[in-house]
């Protein structure tokens, strides 16, 4: 069932899965094993998800073996890190081994109610279902603060989003805005061949050379149980939230992971510091986040402040509602490919109760 869809159609199924990246797949994983009908409705062209849109370089912060969705570890050994051509391949793979129903590309515009369930409307048609797992991530709606003058800016911007490679920028000056992960990789491939300053609201934070994303995701995991047990959380390891991959590391041997406090205001062809000192700009790469893809679920007049408020996963207002994969409010960890798995096999529990 896997390729595009198209034509006007309307089906009915038990469960409609909005979104076929890492979350969608995974809740797919477990509600293959259901007997329940569903589907998986993606607007990409092929797998992959949010992944499709890193940039060449990306590479994972845990090693393979601790990077992989329920039911198939990812190909790897436990000191690699994934590159983002890997994970499309292992995501690629995980589609057709368990054979997902996954119809792509579909673009849904908006999910209405309809009796007891919903219909959700898309470019190739429409589906009737009685429960929805919304998992469309946040890598479509980019974030970039409203500085002043940045309208005013004739050079280039672009948000991590649209990144691919430092080529564009061989002998330019680039500011690389942002100090979390992306910000930092990002910083490490353009100053290879480009001027580059790292502008970050803080002073960056960086974990140990030996602490990746195992070891986050364990400590995590420490906590979130302690909490949930009403125990005091135990001490977390490290200094900050940058994780110290390979590309990162030789950007600090070679001085350039430095960072410089926000400019003032951008101007034509460049920005202003705080002490008033002009500086010419070419470029502006924005790494400052992403916010949720909700705006398919804005019939339903759920979304307040940006999100839906959740008990767990399930839309409080709305019973045969869940969303997936757009961070911890939706999931402890579930917008990671390791973390996801746990909280989709809560849902596929909850939606098969519900629906009995």
Known sequence: MRGSCVGAMTEDVDVVVIGGGQAGVAVGYHLRRTPLSWVVLDAQDGPGGAWRHGWDGL??????????????????????????????????????????????????????????????VADAGSWRARAVVSATGTWSRPFIPDVPGRDDFQGVQLHSAGYTT?????????????????????????????????????EPGFLPDWVDGRYLFGQATAAYRALQEGREPPPRVGLGEIVMVPPVREARDRGVLRAVRPFARMTADGVVWPDGREEPVDAVIWCT????????????????????????????????????????????????????????????????????
């Not at 845990?62 to 570890?73: D, E, I, K, N, Q």
């Not at 979390?180 to 100053?191: D, K, P, R, T």
């Not at 767990?312 to 509602?321: A, K």
């Open 59 to 120: 590479r994972l912060f845990s090693p393979a073996r601790f990077s992989s969705l329920p039911g198939w570890m990812m190909p790897g050994g436990t000191d690699e890190y994934p590159s983002r051509a890997e994970v499309l391949e292992y995501l690629d793979a995980y589609e057709r081994r368990y054979e997902l129903p996954i119809r792509r590309p579909v673009h849904v515009a908006a999910v209405h109610r309809e009796g007891d369930g919903f219909r959700v």
């Open 289 to 356: 986040g992403f916010r949720p893809a909700l705006d398919h679920l804005r019939p339903l007049d759920l979304v307040e402040g940006g999100r839906i408020a959740v008990e767990g996963t399930r839309s409080v207002r709305e019973p045969r509602l869940w969303l997936v994969g757009y961070g911890n409010w939706t999931g402890f960890a579930s917008a990671t490919l390791i973390g996801v798995g746990r909280t989709a096999r809560a849902i596929v529990e909850q939606i098969e109760a519900e629906l009995a």
């Open 166 to 202: 430092p080529d564009a920028f061989a002998g330019r000056r680039v500011l690389v805005v942002g100090g979390g992960n992306s910000g930092a990789q990002i910083l490490a491939e353009v100053s290879r061949v480009a001027d580059a300053t790292w502008v970050t609201l803080a």
